[in-house]
């Protein structure tokens, strides 16, 4: 998918305006023009795959614990939408419909009947480690997806993880030019502020994490992937590098750009793909953008 602008994609569908990962937020997205949407994945206990950021229900959920312990019918009698304070116009869905598995995103998505992008980021570490990579590509070959175009239909289709092992599992079955290499600055001091670990647990997660950032930059430096997907504070803070990646031929999927600062700076660095929890105020900006 080209364009002379950047594609927008929705970051688990219209989250600004309904819960992430919703059969509302992806409807939404839809209906406000979205490029492409972004969804996280997680398999549970009887290997569905479900759209789900966190590895536990507790956030964004009337349930607690590990989703990889629950089965889908078990799920089903969650409530994944009213954590977030908005109600849900009857046209998207009943509460009940919110909580979406991958091939109903699928028919979601075909439903839009046009060209539509689809990321698909593998959440990792997980009980069940590449069954959920070997599971997601057996859903999507069901459905006609090979490998060398890694479309269905009229969704292009592209993966994504923060994990190195997980990107090089895609690779041995995924061509380059559709896999996407996360990467994000770690700080110690920031990950004890957004986990309330102690100093020395904090620290050795820190370093954990430390490392795979640095074989993520490794994977990118190499070209071994044909996307980069940096936050947006990681390319504010890593010029040089993000010219360098650039320069060499990969595409950006920056993530997640909401402000119109962010989205300027997305514009002025010549990135392609933006990710944003408010598709429809940024595809206004960047449509306005290249009129101009």
Same mark, same amino acid.
């Given at each position: ?45 009887? @290997? ?48 009940? @419909? @919110? ?14 009947? !046009? ?19 070997? !599971? ?40 380059? !030019? ?82 119109? @600062? ?31």
């Amino acid at each position: 998918m080209t364009s002379p602008r950047p594609l927008v994609y929705a970051h688990r569908g219209a989250s600004a305006r309904f819960a992430e990962h919703t059969r509302a937020a992806y409807l939404q997205a839809l209906a406000e023009g979205a490029d492409g949407v972004e969804c996280d994945v997680h398999l549970t206990r009887d @290997q569905h795959v479900v759209l789900l950021h966190d590895a536990n229900l507790d956030r964004t959920s009337t349930g607690t614990g590990p989703v990889a312990e629950r089965t889908l019918a078990e799920l089903r009698e969650l409530d994944f939408s009213s954590w977030k304070g908005v109600r849900i116009p009857d046209e998207l869905g009943a509460a009940s @419909q @919110q909580l979406l598995t991958l091939p109903e995103l699928l028919d979601l998505l075909a439903a839009a009947a !046009r060209p539509v992008g689809l990321a698909i980021e593998l959440k990792h570490p997980t009980p069940y480690r590449f069954r959920l990579e070997d !599971r997601v590509l057996d859903l999507l070959a069901a459905r006609g997806w090979e490998p060398e175009s890694s479309a269905v239909g009229n969704v292009a289709v592209s993966f994504m993880s923060f994990d190195p092992e997980a990107i090089g599992y895609l690779l041995e079955r995924v061509p380059a !030019r559709h896999v996407c290499m996360l990467v994000d600055d770690v700080t110690v001091d920031e990950l004890r502020e957004s986990t309330a670990l102690g100093p020395f647990t904090g620290g050795a997660v820190a370093n954990v994490l430390k490392a795979a950032q640095r074989d993520a930059e490794e994977i990118l430096d190499a070209g071994r992937v044909g996307l980069a997907g940096p936050g947006i504070s990681y390319v504010r803070e890593n010029p040089n590098r993000v010219r360098a990646w650039l320069a060499a031929g990969l595409t950006f999927r920056v993530w997640t750009v909401d402000s119109p @600062q962010d989205v300027q700076h997305c514009l002025d660095v010549g990135i392609q793909q933006i990710t944003t929890n408010r598709p429809a105020e940024v595809l206004a900006q960047v449509k306005a953008a290249a009129v101009g």
